[in-house]
């Protein structure tokens, strides 16, 4: 069954207004996963994929809490740091390229595992990047928004 809230979801996630008002759309869906524990992301409501990354903050080693969109690839599950193509990397990606093995987890539905991380390049990364687009499609916009390199990552369920 299709989720007729998707397209609308889609074509909101384009608009510059939501890219300029991005802490609003990132509050609401904080606010959400809380009070859900971690069931009812907004992304889900319009049938869009999301996990909430959890990874310990590089600086202050506490555990920060991102609910993000992501895709089916490959064993596992991927994900892209877009920031809706802003210039600014997220900092969820600096914080997970500085986690160490075994401090990563992901929630679905409000269970929660433990990961392994990768990121992503060369043919891996064009691969993940053609599933995480068909997924959401402004990723390619959000791409030709900024200069920087989108970056893409693949976690894998830790055994």
């Known amino acids: 069954m299709t989720n007729l809230l ?3 979801a889609v074509w909101i ?4 207004a939501t890219r300029e008002n991005s802490h609003l759309v990132v509050r609401a ?3 959400l996963d809380r009070v859900s524990g971690g069931r009812v992301p907004l992304l889900r409501i319009a049938g869009l994929p999301t996990l909430t990354l959890h990874v310990p903050g590089r600086h202050s080693g506490l555990r920060r809490s991102t609910p993000l ?3 089916s690839w490959g064993n596992g599950l991927v994900i892209v740091g877009s920031n809706w193509g802003g210039q600014a990397t997220p900092a969820w990606v600096h914080n997970l390229r500085a986690a160490a093995d075994g401090e990563v987890a992901v929630s679905v539905y409000g269970a929660s595992m433990d ?3 990768r990121e992503l390049d060369g043919e891996d990364r064009e691969s993940a990047w053609s599933a995480a687009v068909r997924v959401w499609p402004n990723y390619e916009i ?3 928004r ?3 390199d989108l970056p893409v990552f693949h976690l894998t369920p830790r055994l």
């Open 6 to 8: 998707t397209p609308l």
């Open 13 to 16: 996630g384009r608009q510059d």
């Open 29 to 31: 869906d904080r606010w």
């Open 69 to 71: 969109l992501c895709a």
């Open 115 to 117: 990961v392994d991380v």
């Open 142 to 144: 959000y791409a030709r």
């Open 146 to 148: 900024t200069t920087r």
